[in-house]
């Protein structure tokens, strides 16, 4: 029932910019009032690391790394969460997932690779 489905990445050159989106089915956010978002990225040979979150209160949190170049925002009226990504870094390349949290239940979504060519 539950399905999270990212798009927008690709190869940009550092300094680019590069929008991802996340779309999850439908009636997702009109059912739960509590829920959080975020983007979570994994290069090889690293552990996944939150990137940014968003919660149904509107409260953001960004990864030091990040700060100051990506911005999360939500359209609850399209069930998307947006990663608006500046200023991008060869460091940024990873597969970027989507992540939806309600209570103690995560869902992702399968990956979207973003790569930053230096």
């Known amino acids: 029932q539950v399905q999270l489905v990212e798009s927008g990445g690709g190869l940009v050159q550092a300094g680019g910019s590069l929008r991802l989106s996340c779309a999850t089915s439908?009636?997702?956010?009109?059912?739960?009032?509590?829920?959080?978002m975020g983007w979570y990225r994994q290069a090889p040979g690293k552990q996944r690391e939150l990137v940014a979150a968003?919660?149904?209160?509107?409260?953001?949190n960004y990864a030091d790394s990040v700060k100051g170049r990506f911005t999360i925002s939500r359209d609850i009226a399209k069930n998307t969460v947006n990663l608006q990504m500046n200023s991008l870094k060869p460091e940024d390349t990873a597969l970027y997932y989507c992540?939806?949290?309600?209570?103690?239940?995560?869902?992702w979504g399968q990956g979207t690779q973003v790569t930053v060519s230096s």
């Open positions: 992540n939806l949290r309600i209570r103690f239940n995560d869902y």
């Open positions: 968003i919660t149904s209160g509107g409260s953001t």
């Open positions: 439908g009636s997702i956010f009109s059912i739960w009032s509590i829920w959080s």
